[in-house]
């Protein structure tokens, strides 16, 4: 593969915090994350791990050095373009669901396709069918997203992750909410995804049990990165 | 992009999710509006009422002899006055004639006048009406009856009896319906009417006439001119007035000083003689557009507030719209539509509360005798209030709404997603 498989990648990233102190979160980050791996970040709290991913992941801006995701450089955008970006290329799973309560489950789901507006609605629909199936969620889609358990709603989540067919899926502690079957049940499915269909997937977690089953760790102390 | 569909649809569960708020916010608007259309047509529906009868009892054009009131001392005329101070105590009025003239010639050329409807030569005397016992002050108006109805539609008003009974009975004296009822005079009853110069007269009283100015008709009496110059002990071509009625009272400006300048005597149009009725008219529209604009204010506040209860409670999910990718500009168009929804709902129904109002209101007899009689409220129902009106609820809405919605674009996803 050439160079052209990084889905993903720094050059020397910094980023500094000057509220309330000045802090510099990120340290000469560089990384690259290929198609179809399973990468995690590991470090302990305050290390710059979830800094990392926001910053990766277009949410938090302010930095230095070079972000490429999917050949684009994110430096040079404006905000409308990293919400483009995110709504084309990313797909995120945090530890809450952050499912609009109201709306059905598979409202939830279709939203992000919605905004995209390249499939009419009734093939966004059937789309979002399809992911929930594949999450074994099917028969919950027409329910209020705030009736199901937790470890429904975070499945949802990674439907609505899904809908959009991202390049990669950011994940913060995605797990962190669950107890630990659900867990199990969460992380098996990144799992699936990564083996069936090639997704690229990057999450931060503080589980080494979990970061060893990925295929690869990064591990950050105080902003940098001390194993590739 | 066609996602402004799930936009509304984010929009329109907000609000359900906040029925009785949002319910509130609407009615807020609704009376708003409908007070805008209540109110407006109501003070606009009363001034066209009075403007209607004063133009019938204001001649559009009088032309008259002004005394001169401010005359200037012999002594002041004979010293300049920024050298010498001339000070003369008790200087008494002169006796000025207010006569017109040559009246009845500048009549006959005034009716001669193609802009010209009708003229009529006008003496008025004050005078006492005594009945019996019963005396009333009040001032007569001597007039040509004929040229006067032409003028001014006096057999219109009349309640009883019929203006050319005053051609035929040459004692004959009309009551305004106000002075009728305070004598207690009745058709045919004599009274006797008392000038300043101690001339008296028998009328017999032949018709009752109610002009609707409820001021006018308690103290005017119409007689026949050569009456009213009996009473002021003058000739028969003694006149201090000549009314005038045009063809296109838009024209009376410009008329008025066209007279003023051809026969030497003051001419005031009728909007001239009224204009203190317009001053108040003008404070009123005042009063109502700031009472129109507090309300509609207040309503904006009740939709600012909402909104904002509402971002605060969404927070999250604001956050996660923005971050699968909905833009700044996504997220206040949701905001914007929701205080544009209470706006058009609570305008739509404002106008239709609006109309039902002023109809209900409208029909009740309200037998009104103030500064001018009407049996019922008379609502200008012009279709520009209620467009005003509703896109004045839109104008408001869009205010109340656009910060909030402006807030809610600029709320960071980092910040929430952080703290959770």
Redesign the interface.
């Known amino acids: 593969m050439n160079a052209g498989s990084h889905i993903l990648r720094t050059i020397g990233l910094n980023k500094f915090f000057h509220d309330p102190v000045e802090f510099q979160a990120l340290k000469n980050v560089n990384v690259s994350i290929e198609e179809g791996e399973f990468v995690s970040i590991v470090g302990a709290s305050g290390s710059g791990k ?1 800094t990392l991913l ?1 910053t990766l992941s277009t ?2 801006t302010g930095y230095s050095g070079t972000i490429l995701l999917d050949g684009e450089e994110l430096g040079k955008m404006r ?2 373009d990293h ?6 290329k990313i797909g ?1 799973v ?3 669901h ?3 309560p ?2 059905t489950v598979l ?1 939830n789901v279709a ?2 396709a ?4 390249k499939y009419s ?1 009734e093939e966004i629909y059937s789309h979002a069918h399809e992911k929930l199936k594949l999450l074994g969620l099917d028969d919950q889609a027409l329910k209020k997203s705030s009736k199901l358990s937790g470890g429904q709603q975070q499945r949802v989540a990674i439907a ?1 992750a899904l809908i959009n067919n991202p390049k990669i899926i950011f994940g ?1 502690e995605p797990t962190g909410n669950l107890d630990s079957k659900n867990s199990e049940t969460v992380f098996g499915i990144f799992k699936e995804l990564k083996e069936k269909f090639n997704q690229t997937i990057l999450i931060v977690t503080h589980d080494m049990g979990l970061a060893s089953r990925t295929d690869r760790t990064i591990t950050l102390k105080d902003g940098e990165v001390v194993s590739p | ?3 402004n ?2 936009l509304a ?2 929009a329109l ?1 907000h609000l ?2 906040k029925k009785r708020q949002t319910i509130v916010a609407t009615l807020g608007v609704m009376f708003g509006i409908a007070i805008f259309i209540f109110q407006a047509g109501l003070i606009t529906g009363f001034q066209t009422t009075f403007i209607d009868k004063t133009i019938n009892t204001t001649a559009n054009i009088r032309i008259h002899n002004e005394a001169d009131k401010n005359r200037k001392s012999i002594a002041g005329k004979l010293h300049d006055p920024r050298k010498d101070w001339v000070v003369v105590r008790n200087q008494k009025p002169r006796e000025d004639d207010l006569k017109i003239r040559n009246g009845n010639e500048i009549v006959k050329i005034i009716e001669r006048h193609p802009d010209v409807a009708g003229v009529s030569p006008f003496l008025a005397s004050q005078v006492i009406f005594k009945m019996g016992i019963a005396q009333q002050a009040g001032f007569v108006s001597g007039v040509l009856i004929e040229k006067e109805d032409l003028l001014f539609g006096l057999s219109a008003n009349m309640k009883e009896g019929n203006t050319t009974r005053l051609l035929t009975i040459p004692n004959g004296i009309i009551l305004g319906a106000g002075l009728a009822e305070k004598l207690g005079a009745k058709m045919e009853d004599l009274l006797s009417i008392i000038s300043p110069m101690g001339v008296t007269l028998e009328m017999k009283v032949v018709g009752i006439n109610e002009s609707g100015l409820t001021e006018v008709d308690k103290t005017r009496a119409f007689v026949n001119l050569r009456n009213a110059q009996k009473l002021l002990q003058v000739d028969g071509s003694y006149i201090t007035d000549i009314n005038i009625k045009l063809k296109n009272i838009d024209r009376a400006g410009e008329l008025a000083s066209e007279f003023e300048k051809r026969f030497g005597y003051k001419a005031d149009d009728w909007k001239t003689a009224n204009a203190n009725i317009f001053g108040v008219f003008k404070l009123q529209n005042m009063v109502t557009s700031l009472v129109i604009a507090s309300i509609m204010i207040v309503s904006g506040f009740g939709i600012f507030n909402i909104l904002m209860m509402i971002i605060y409670e969404k927070m ?2 604001i ?12 997220i206040k168009k949701i905001f914007l539509m929701e205080s544009l929804i209470i706006g058009l709902f609570g305008g739509i129904l404002g106008m239709g509360f609006g109309f039902i109002i002023t109809h209900i209101v409208g029909s009740i007899p309200m037998n009104i005798k103030g500064f001018v009689s009407m049996k019922y409220l008379y609502f200008n129902q012009s279709p520009a209030f209620y467009v005003t009106a509703f896109l004045f609820a839109l104008l408001v809405t869009g205010i109340a709404g656009y910060l909030p919605a402006r807030k809610a674009a600029k709320i960071d ?2 910040d929430i ?2 703290s ?1």
């Open positions: 979830s926001y949410l938090d905000p409308d919400a483009r970006i995110r709504n084309e995120f945090f530890q809450f952050y499912l609009l109201e709306f409202d939203l992000p919605l905004r995209l507006g609605e609505r913060d | 992009m066609n996602s569909k799930p649809r984010i569960t359900v999710a999250p999910d956050a996660i719209l923005k971050a699968v990718g909905f833009r700044n500009g996504d996803p980092m997603i952080r959770k």
